[in-house]
Nanobody, 115 residues
Framework: QVQLVESGGGLVQNGGSLRLSCTAS????????MGWYRQAPGKQRELVAQ???????NYAGSVNGRFSISMDNDKNMVYLQMDSLKPEDTAVYYC?????????WGQGTQVTVSS
């Protein structure tokens, strides 16, 4: 079992920045991948960014160059630095990991970008 706890969402103006954090309950270096998904009202949940232990990462095209994902391997924490935010980035952001063949999700944190 893995519990994920997110923090860092909020309200920001167009062009602003936010940093999301997520802590995984397991701290035994067995987690290989962590990431962030988001879901806007009326839309499907979509991958924003993910990172693997060792540092390789990938991003959705809509956030590439504006968002940056990083991982603290020792603490099993993942961060999402979001810069140049746009109103279309407004969504609930979910932390994600896969462990032992099971997907795990955080409770979600709201990010709202005002125009």
């Amino acid at each position: 079992q893995v519990q994920l706890v997110e923090s860092g969402g909020g309200l920001v103006q167009n062009g602003g920045s936010l940093r999301l954090s997520c802590t995984a309950s397991r701290n035994d270096f067995s987690i290989y991948v962590m990431g962030w998904y988001r879901q806007a009202p009326g839309k499907q949940r979509e991958l924003v960014a993910q990172i693997r232990r060792g540092g390789s990462s990938n991003y959705a095209g809509s956030v590439n160059g504006r968002f940056s994902i990083s991982m603290d391997n020792d603490k099993n924490m993942v961060y999402l630095q979001m810069d140049s935010l746009k109103p279309e980035d407004t969504a609930v952001y979910y932390c994600y990991t896969a462990w032992g063949g099971t997907d795990y999700w955080g409770q979600g944190t709201q990010v709202t970008v005002s125009s």
